[in-house]
């Protein structure tokens, strides 16, 4: 069992680079089994989610290696379609390889994927979507199975604008006879992502990053080399890392443009955000001032997954903020953590009010999802005296080398692995 100990109170400052996004990187993998070619694919993040992906496209038979963050993958041994279980529920991307199993192979196998526990997350607009393909669904006992000989082109009107089925039915199509319209796509810049992948491939694409995508299916892909865009998610959490500590960061490889709604909202907290072609500085002398209205959207809007982030940030502003979550049902469970921390929110329904506090204090607090665990870490970071934060292998699901990150900007922050009566250091802080 691993824990960070967070000794708050350290002003972040310095540079670091920002690494390749693993909501990117993940789609883009699954798409590899597409391919006739081995595929080279630069700046894979390494992420536990990154490592399940890999499993599993091993356990099918594909040979995949890993040099670095430079992942090769050559899907010509692929000798089966079927994802064992096991793989499946480690993670929610597990569902991505669906879509592309079953256009090249005509066939795929797979349980309902796992992941983190913030709402229910069903699967209906993936298998809808493949259904109005040509798909043949059996969803029994947990298990779904699709078959098709060959997928066809068709319109699809999405009920609302989910990410992962957009890719998912972006990636079938893409093998699809004929042409296939995504009405109420999701326009999150991982949808630009995969598609610029997908066309290297030789898939025609249209309109991606818009809410209607027209995709032109052809008989086959072939390999390529790429390199994923960076993390947008792990862009906003380091400056939303900055602001806290009062401190004065530049990252580097990120694009100021996915981050706008973020920008806005710490710029309203008195934050200072300049951005400069891929680089942006993030500096806060003052204090800060709580923001009125924060509501997660889809993008453009603001993304659910900074809203715990910033709801750590708005635990020390000035005055009552205002919090809406709209994605998903359940993704609050960090209030009570930090409130173990001594902040001060009220939940109704799915509306936090947050009132700042003068400070936070360390405490014992617990990871319940990726983004929470990141929260707290955050929060740690501005408390005053010793945060011990548990459950944070859901942390390294999406950041790598968290505490790395954050040690190098100044912070002190250490892991610590339990042995029975023992704790041993992983590294110092
Ligand atoms: C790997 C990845 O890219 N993960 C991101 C992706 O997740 P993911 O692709 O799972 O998120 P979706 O956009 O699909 O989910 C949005 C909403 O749609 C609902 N829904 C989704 C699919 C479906 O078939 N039926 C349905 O009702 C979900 O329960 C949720 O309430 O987008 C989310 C929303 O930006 C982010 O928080 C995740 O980090
Ligand atoms: C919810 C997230 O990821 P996933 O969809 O992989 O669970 C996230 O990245 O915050």
Redesign the pocket.
Known sequence: MERLVIEGGKRLTGSIRVHGSK?AA?PILAAVVMAKGETEIHDVPNLDDISVMLDILRSLGARVTRVGSTVTVDPSSIHTTDVPEYLMRLM??SIFLMGPLLARFGTVRISKPGGCSI????????LKGLERLGAKIIDKHGFIECNATRLQGATIFLD?P????TENLMMAAALAHGETVIGNA?R?P?IRDLAAFLTQLGAKIEGAGDDTIVIEGVSELQGTSYRVSPDRIVAGTLMIAAAITEGHVQLRNVRPFDLAAVTMKLREAGVQVTPLHDILEIKRSGPLAAVERVQTS?YPGF???LQAPFMSLMTIAEGVSVISET??EDRFQHVSELQRMGASIKVDFRTAFVRGVKELTGAVVEATDLRAGAALALAGLAAEGTTVLERIHHIDRGYEGFEVQLRELGAKIRRVRETGKDSIALADG
Request: cysteine-free; proline content about 12%.
């Open positions: 909501n993940l929610r991307s709402g229910t997350r069903p699967i209906d607009l993936h609302l989910s990410v992962g089925a999701a999150e991982e889809p993304p659910t997954d994605i998903f």
